[in-house]
C-alpha cells in the first residue's frame, strides 16, 4: 500500500473512533477495514455493563461489510487511546479479532496500528497470528 492510502485509512479509523461508546474502560477504539474493490467499513468499539457482549472496532467494522456481502478484504487500520490522550502504545487487534478477521483477511491482510497519520506499524495478520486456523483447515483434500 502506498503512503496515502494508508493515512486515508488511517484518518477515517481516527473518525471511527470518535463514535466509540466506553463508559466503562474509557479506551476508544476505532477501525477502518478496505475490501478488496476499494470500500471502506469502519467501526468502533462498543462496551456493555455485562462485559462479554462487548464488541472491538475491528468486529463491528468487519460484521457490518459481511452483513452487506462483502468477502474479500485488503487491509484495516487500528486506532486507540484512552478517551482525550494519545496513545504512546499502538493499539493491535485483540485474538478473538484476529481469529475473526483471518476468516476473511488470511494471514495476507495488512494491518496498519497507527498512533498517529505519521507514526504507525504496518505488518500482515500472518505475522500476528502465526499457524492461524482458517477456511483451508476444514477444506476436505
Do not use: W
Not at 32 to 39: C, V
Not at 44 to 53: D, F, L, R, V
Not at 60 to 85: D, N, P, W, Y
Request: with cysteine; hydrophobic share 40%.
Amino acid at each position: 500500500m502506498e503512503k496515502e492510502q494508508i493515512q486515508a485509512l488511517i484518518r477515517q479509523a481516527f473518525a471511527a473512533r470518535k463514535f466509540a461508546y466506553t463508559p466503562y474502560s474509557h479506551f476508544q477504539v476505532g477501525a477502518a477495514l478496505l475490501t478488496g474493490d476499494g470500500k471502506v467499513y469502519t467501526g468502533c468499539n462498543i462496551e456493555n455493563a455485562g462485559y462479554t457482549p462487548t464488541n472491538c472496532a475491528e468486529r463491528t467494522a468487519l460484521f457490518k461489510a459481511v452483513s452487506e456481502g462483502e468477502r474479500m478484504f485488503s487491509a484495516i487500520a487500528i486506532v486507540g487511546s484512552v478517551q482525550g490522550t494519545v496513545n504512546k502504545l499502538v493499539t493491535g487487534p485483540c485474538g478473538v479479532c484476529r481469529q475473526a478477521l483471518y476468516e476473511f483477511g488470511g494471514p495476507d491482510l495488512t494491518v496498519i496500528m497507527a498512533k498517529t497519520e505519521e507514526d504507525y506499524i504496518v505488518t500482515t495478520l500472518g505475522e500476528l497470528l502465526p499457524y492461524g486456523f482458517g477456511p483451508a483447515n476444514l477444506e476436505n483434500e
